[in-house]
């Protein structure tokens, strides 16, 4: 019998949109891996604050990474950052979190991998 593990990748805030920064996509399901697959999923940041801006990713487990853990954002810019889920060691639905801080004062979301 083949290990599998679930995967549920939620945005608990949805479509964020802080007037100063947008981050989409709001939600996605890496569904039913085969254990020790990698799933992956790319996270859009629009900087609308007018200013340059530098957004940090953290993640808070081995098993979940990123492809840039700072990503500078000039005004009115728009780019992205790589999710990578690696489901080796790993069996039935999975929580991990996932922290994004801007160097804009007040700004910190937390998500769930």
């Known amino acids: 019998m083949k290990k599998t593990v679930i995967v549920l990748l939620l945005f608990t805030i949805g479509w964020v949109s802080f007037a ?11 569904g039913v891996l085969e254990q020790g697959r990698i799933a992956e999923q790319d996270i859009f940041f629009t900087n609308n604050a007018g200013k340059d801006i530098v957004i940090d990713v953290i993640t808070t487990c081995d098993c979940v990474s990123v492809d840039r853990e700072k990503l500078p954002l000039g005004p009115g810019e728009r780019d992205s950052v790589r999710v990578f889920f690696d489901s080796e ?8 979190l996932l922290i994004i801080k801007a160097d804009i004062e007040g ?5 769930y991998v």
């Open 20 to 30: 100063q920064i947008d981050i989409n996509p709001p939600s996605w399901d890496f």
């Open 89 to 96: 060691g790993e069996s039935g639905e999975e929580e991990k």
């Open 107 to 111: 700004f910190e979301r937390q998500f």
